[in-house]
């Protein structure tokens, strides 16, 4: 038997669980998540192994440009089946991420078999600390999320990308709650600690070409940072 499962990929796919999970049943699938939400991609493969599922098809959905490529979907994928070994069901993925409903047929023709542990598992992003200069934080906590974070997330990553940086120069992460949630959404840039507030798309721009590329912090929207001696 054949399970399909839909992947919500990005970080913002965790906040559209609802829309989604609609969706997936929409389309008699199962659903899972790569990041921020349950159930993991892990956890939907583990329940449908011990299920003795024959074949399982994954097709990815992207919502924002933070998230990963499809190949991530595949090499997360492949890692899992490689470790858990003998037993483990046929797992197939998309050739790429459903944009509409309407693709979803020809992808899941289209999904290829995964036959070895995927590619890139022993290359430096699976095995070393990144070589960072600066590490962005955007708290994606409740009041932060509630106020646009994902707007925040969106104009550091495209700001990023319009300067040609990528991992190895800035790495972008999003977090729980950093606080002061009344100053929402919040961003922290490492190892400077500086810390910013309402923060929208435009003024996330702001701050990678002004802090970011060209080194000075920018001052209005500096949140006052307290440290305990």
């Known amino acids: 038997m054949t399970t399909h499962v839909l992947v919500g990929t990005s970080p913002a796919d965790a906040a ?3 829309e989604l999970g609609a969706l997936a049943d929409k389309l008699d699938a199962e659903l899972a998540f790569l990041q921020l939400a349950s159930p993991t991609l892990g956890d939907v ?20 440009p933070g998230g990963p490529g499809v190949s991530w979907l595949r ?16 797992v197939r993925t998309a050739p790429a991420f459903m944009e509409d409903t309407s693709q979803w047929r020809a ?22 600390v990144p070589g960072h200069r600066h590490q962005v934080f ?3 906590g409740p009041r932060c999320t509630a106020a646009g974070a994902e707007h925040a997330w969106r104009g550091v ?13 800035v790495l972008v992460t999003q ?15 490492q190892p400077d600690d500086v810390w910013y507030g309402s923060v929208d798309e435009e003024e996330a721009g702001a701050i990678v ?17 307290r440290r305990k001696a």
């Open 45 to 64: 493969l583990e329940r449908l192994a011990r299920s003795r599922e024959s074949e399982v098809v994954l097709v990815g959905v992207s919502a924002g």
């Open 16 to 18: 559209r669980r609802a």
């Open 209 to 225: 070409s002004q802090h970011l590329v060209a080194g000075t912090p920018v001052e209005r929207l500096r949140l006052p940072r």
């Open 107 to 128: 992808l899941v023709e289209r999904a290829r078999p995964i036959t070895h542990g995927g590619p890139g598992l022993t290359s430096d992003a699976w095995d070393d």
């Open 175 to 189: 977090t729980g709650c950093q606080f002061p949630c009344n100053r929402a959404p919040v961003i922290s840039v």
């Open 157 to 169: 990553v495209l700001g990023l990308m319009g300067a040609g940086l990528g991992d190895d120069d």
């Open 75 to 90: 090499r997360v994928a492949a890692d899992w089946w490689r470790a858990f070994g003998d037993g483990a069901p046929r």
């Open 138 to 140: 955007v708290c994606r």
